[in-house]
């Protein structure tokens, strides 16, 4: 009779260890990853996750990869229910597809931002989704390269800067320095900071809508 290891050997794929890299540093963060620690919650030896992922960098690639499958499925559904004109509409939706899955997994922010799409399973994510755009009858820049890429970044960066955890810890409550550097600021620099700073205290003001303002103004200005 098998063992229950080796049946779960002859079980594994390569799907079930991503699946299960991303649940990991979902729950712990990408620190707590590694080749040892997904065979003990897989209940597999080390040997046996080799035979699908080599080592430590293909398994981060491959996280990337879950993380570039979520978002583009979901932006083939936003594709599908929301029939963009244009590249524009389509580049937003891109961009808030990709934000609300990285949103769902602030750990793996920094990975996306620091291992740009290089895989061919990456690739292939994207030579799909372009497909289904060109079907839609969106008929993409020139440049869409360039537009990709400033999209992605931009996009990368602000969930970094939201949802990402903080280097080397928590920081001060945001803002708590302020009243000090008032209290220190001629009265030309306080009223220029104070300036600044004003419509942080408007309704309204939010990270949702910042993400917006700055993704309108990309768009808006890019040179198709």
Request: aromatic share 4%; proline share 4%.
């Amino acid at each position: 009779m098998a063992t229950t290891a080796t049946t779960q050997r002859r079980g594994l794929t390569r799907e079930a260890i991503l699946a299960e890299a991303l649940t990991l540093v979902d729950a712990e963060g990408l620190d707590a990853l590694s080749l040892r620690v997904l065979g003990k919650r897989l209940g597999v030896s080390q040997t046996a996750i080799y035979r699908h992922v080599p080592d430590k960098a293909a398994l981060l690639d491959g996280l990337a990869e879950q993380i570039w499958s979520e978002a583009l499925s979901s932006f083939d559904e936003r594709v599908a229910q929301e029939a963009p004109a244009d590249w524009r509409a389509a580049s937003c939706a891109y961009a808030r597809a990709l934000l609300s899955v990285l949103r769902a997994h602030p750990n793996v922010v920094v990975l996306m931002l620091t291992h740009p799409i290089s895989t061919p399973g990456q690739f292939a994510l994207v030579a799909r989704s372009l497909a289904r755009l060109a079907n839609a009858g969106v008929v993409l820049p020139g440049n869409a390269l360039d537009l990709l890429c400033a999209l992605t970044v931009y996009t990368t960066g602000f969930a970094a800067a939201e949802v990402a955890p903080p280097a080397g810890g928590a920081a001060d409550e945001p803002g708590a320095g302020l009243a000090e550097a008032l209290a220190d600021a001629t009265n030309d620099e306080r009223t220029q900071l104070e300036r600044l700073l004003a419509p942080m205290h408007e309704d309204g003001w939010n990270l949702a809508g910042q993400f917006e303002t700055g993704l309108s103004a990309l768009i808006a200005g890019w040179n198709a």
